[in-house]
């Protein structure tokens, strides 16, 4: 007799198949192998009393604290530890209890069919200007051509162009400027019709130079702003692009300046939704959302953002992420810019394993190879 000890993260439905389990009985498992982690705040005791019981019912449990049975507080942070298949059926249970507890249905119905992708894009990089925090990005019109190329050849399947720096306290840059800065790039693409050979993003929030863009192949609108501004959300929807809504908390000018968050997650999933909203009501159709590294954030809330990025999975919506040799990695272990790599890697990897669609880099080979082992992994 041998006795393995397997991953959590295998791959549960092919290791069932290889063991000859009825077809029926595949899904069933499976979804018995895949346990949640889920933190309720402020539950109605009664509610945290129903769901305990609830929970303890059907083999999944609720971590509560002490005194929530006799009622010392009337109002209770709890953690629900629960199977897949045990989260589904507590989200239907719920729906006829007291307390609140109907609304938690809803959402607990929310995270157990929200899915990870099947496949993570790459979008590389391209600066126009001469103040991006990482100079190897930085490319002049006559350069930003062969960089694309290479980057295409090395297996990105996105190009984001920005004629703006928005690290930290970045200059401010006219409308005049950002379009005389990636014109002749866009002008480029759209001789040369790479954009025939990928997709083409435009990292602006000026109508004027998003407008260029997507009338010269791009059909991506990364927007920092998070849609602030109606113009570029009847721009993305008269041109039929893809939104990228990005969240921030203040300007790149004051974003670094003590930026605080009453629950980080919940915070952006309120923000998210209510931009999910906006470009909606324009007519916006293809929405990804960007929880935004680095922007206005701490290392704590930047680490946090990515270990839990499936939170926002429930919103349906593709995520990006864009780690690439932010300052954050120096905050964790000494590193300049250059030396980055394998930090932005790790993290990004992480991104990928809790949900991530897409990872905005600067260095694609690295990240494709990376990618690559990852998903070989994942397929044992």
Same mark, same amino acid.
């Given at each position: 007799?041998?006795?393995?000890?397997?991953?959590?993260?295998?791959?549960?439905?092919?290791?069932?198949?290889?063991?000859?389990?009825?077809?029926?009985?595949?899904?069933?498992?499976?979804?018995?192998?895949?346990?949640?982690?889920?933190?309720?705040?402020?539950?109605?005791?009664?509610?945290?009393?129903?769901?305990?019981?609830?929970?303890?019912?059907?083999?999944?449990? +609720?971590?509560?604290?002490?005194?929530?049975?006799?009622?010392?507080?009337?109002?209770?942070?709890?953690?629900?530890?629960?199977?897949?298949?045990?989260?589904?059926?507590?989200?239907?249970?719920?729906?006829?209890?007291?307390?609140?507890l109907k609304e938690l249905a809803k959402n607990l119905k929310e995270i157990a069919q929200a899915k990870k992708p099947q496949k993570t894009q790459v979008m590389g990089i391209i600066n126009a200007n001469d103040d991006s925090f990482y100079a190897q990005s930085r490319f002049s019109s006559k350069e930003a051509v062969n960089a694309i190329v290479k980057m295409?050849?090395?297996?990105?399947?996105?190009?984001?162009?920005?004629?703006?720096?928005?690290?930290?306290?970045?200059?401010?840059?006219?409308?005049?400027?950002?379009?005389q800065r990636v014109q002749p790039i866009l002008d480029a693409i759209k001789n040369e019709k790479l954009y025939e050979r990928a997709a083409f993003s435009i990292d602006s929030y000026t109508p004027e130079v998003i407008e260029y863009a997507l009338n010269s192949g791009f059909h991506i609108v990364n927007d920092i702003t998070g849609l602030a501004n109606d113009?570029?959300?009847?721009?993305?929807?008269?041109?039929?692009?893809?939104?990228?809504?990005?969240?921030?908390?203040?300007?790149?000018?004051?974003?670094?300046?003590?930026?605080?968050?009453?629950?980080?997650?919940?915070?952006?999933?309120?923000?998210?939704?209510?931009?999910?909203?906006?470009?909606?009501?324009?007519?916006?159709?293809?929405?990804?959302?960007?929880?935004?590294?680095?922007?206005?954030?701490?290392?704590?809330?930047?680490?946090? +953002?990515?270990?839990?990025?499936?939170?926002?999975?429930?919103?349906?919506?593709?995520?990006?992420?864009?780690?690439?040799?932010?300052?954050?990695?120096?905050?964790?272990?000494?590193?300049?810019?250059?030396?980055?790599?394998?930090?932005?890697?790790?993290?990004?990897?992480?991104?990928?394993?809790?949900?991530?669609?897409?990872?905005?880099?600067?260095?694609?080979?690295?990240?494709?190879?990376?990618?690559?082992?990852?998903?070989?992994?994942?397929?044992?």
């Amino acid at each position: 007799m041998l006795t393995e000890k397997l991953s959590l993260t295998s791959d549960a439905k092919k290791l069932l198949k290889e063991l000859g389990v009825d077809g029926g009985g595949v899904n069933i498992l499976a979804s018995k192998m895949h346990s949640h982690i889920i933190s309720i705040k402020d539950l109605h005791v009664g509610a945290a009393n129903i769901l305990k019981q609830d929970a303890l019912s059907i083999g999944a449990d +609720l971590a509560v604290p002490r005194g929530t049975v006799i009622a010392k507080t009337q109002f209770v942070d709890v953690i629900l530890i629960a199977t897949q298949k045990q989260l589904e059926i507590l989200a239907k249970k719920e729906l006829a209890q007291p307390f609140g507890l109907k609304e938690l249905a809803k959402n607990l119905k929310e995270i157990a069919q929200a899915k990870k992708p099947q496949k993570t894009q790459v979008m590389g990089i391209i600066n126009a200007n001469d103040d991006s925090f990482y100079a190897q990005s930085r490319f002049s019109s006559k350069e930003a051509v062969n960089a694309i190329v290479k980057m295409i050849e090395e297996g990105a399947e996105i190009i984001d162009i920005g004629g703006v720096s928005s690290r930290p306290n970045a200059a401010l840059v006219s409308a005049a400027e950002e379009m005389q800065r990636v014109q002749p790039i866009l002008d480029a693409i759209k001789n040369e019709k790479l954009y025939e050979r990928a997709a083409f993003s435009i990292d602006s929030y000026t109508p004027e130079v998003i407008e260029y863009a997507l009338n010269s192949g791009f059909h991506i609108v990364n927007d920092i702003t998070g849609l602030a501004n109606d113009a570029v959300c009847k721009l993305c929807a008269s041109y039929n692009a893809k939104a990228v809504i990005m969240h921030m908390q203040g300007t790149p000018q004051t974003m670094q300046k003590e930026p605080k968050y009453e629950s980080i997650l919940s915070d952006i999933s309120i923000f998210f939704e209510e931009r999910i909203q906006k470009a909606e009501s324009f007519g916006v159709k293809d929405i990804i959302l960007d929880v935004g590294i680095g922007f206005g954030k701490t290392l704590e809330d930047n680490l946090r +953002l990515i270990k839990n990025l499936e939170h926002f999975l429930t919103l349906n919506k593709p995520l990006l992420v864009g780690a690439s040799r932010k300052s954050l990695i120096n905050a964790v272990t000494p590193a300049d810019v250059f030396q980055r790599l394998a930090g932005t890697l790790a993290l990004h990897l992480a991104a990928y394993e809790n949900g991530a669609s897409i990872l905005r880099v600067h260095d694609v080979k690295e990240h494709v190879q990376a990618l690559q082992v990852k998903t070989a992994l994942d397929k044992i």
